[in-house]
């Protein structure tokens, strides 16, 4: 299984970002290889609009089957939804933290998005 992160960095013990659609980069992580995968977000970065569909596309062509990450808005929910990717949202502040709460089954998955469109 494969669980994509949004992140400052390109390193498990990279900072979280806490923005999905805007996030810098994804990192993409498979638990049975432990193998690492960086998808930069830069395109979406200062995108007027769409960034939290690109990036929701980006994640389902990676192949990820959960996205962890602090916030989520609605259009990128729904397409993350319709793609079969589940949603945590987190606090942790680290790649490492959020994994971890994630292999002990401390995160709980979203049920719509948990804010609004067009955060900044």
């Not at 990192?27 to 007027?48: F, G, M, P, R, W």
């Not at 690109?54 to 319709?82: D, N």
């Not at 680290?94 to 998955?109: F, G, H, K, P, S």
């Amino acid at each position: 299984m494969k669980l994509a992160f949004t992140t400052l960095g390109e390193k498990l013990d990279s900072p979280l970002d806490p923005s999905f659609g805007r996030a810098r980069n994804f990192l993409v992580y498979d638990l049975q290889t432990q193998a690492i995968e960086i998808i930069s977000n830069k395109q979406n970065l200062d995108a007027a609009q769409g960034a939290g569909i690109q990036a929701a596309q980006t994640i389902a062509k990676a192949g990820a089957q959960a996205l962890i990450t602090g916030h989520c808005g609605p259009k990128a929910f729904r397409v993350l939804e319709a793609a079969g990717i589940k949603v945590f949202n987190t606090d942790a502040t680290t790649v490492t933290e959020a994994l971890a709460r994630y292999q002990a089954e401390t995160l709980t998955e979203a049920k719509a998005a948990n804010i609004e469109g067009h955060w900044a």
